[in-house]
């Protein structure tokens, strides 16, 4: 990145706020620079300085007008968003459908079709938009933590939207049921803020509305081959080509 004032010195600490002000970093090197700003003051003033920097470039841009097929669009997204949040209150079995996390499933929709418009403008061009996509979100508050997306139906990639604290005892496992399955089959334990490659050679073909979560369970898993833990993330799979 090139000095843009003239006179600041291009420090590594410097030229680490611009990249992460700019929106350059990858996921994993915004969490780390989240995870170290509240603990640097010297990084916390760099960024802020290259904040107040840029800021006034952004009045540089013209407004621009969305053509009306693009609002079409996403107003497509949201419907097929939508859709499969609000059949999740059948096959009321314990608590992989407890009534209290799915009504705030819908709530997500919007979080879910801004997620989905962020991957597939980041796709490139020979690269084929994910066929499915989940958004995990957590249970108490409703936000977005993960994402879940494919680009066929045998392996899945699990993507951090943030950090997740979890104690030095215990471990996230990563979860999957099928609507016709008889109960749910762990993907292996998760590292907080990292991305996770799946093979799903062993499972049936992903499918829509396929429920995904992440439990808190015992560091070296769950003991018994089910869910025993609190649920962290939950979401259902939306195909979306």
Known sequence: MSNTSGTEPQTPLNELAGEYVLGTLSVQQRIEVERRLPHEPALQAAVDAWEERLLPLTAMAEPQTPPPRLWARIERSLDDLLAPQQAVIRDVQSWWNNLSIWRGLAGAGLAASLVLGMTLLTQSRSTPAPSYLVVLVAPQDKAPGWVVQASNSQEIQLIPLSVTEVPADKALE????????????????????????????????????????????????SPIGKPTGPIQFIGRAVKVI
């Open 174 to 221: 990563f979860w999957t049921k099928g609507d016709d399955w008889h109960g749910p089959v762990s993907l292996g334990l998760v590292k907080p803020g990292q991305s996770l490659h799946v093979p799903l050679d062993k499972l049936p073909p992903l499918q829509p509305n396929q429920l995904f979560e992440l439990t808190l369970e015992q560091a070296t898993g």
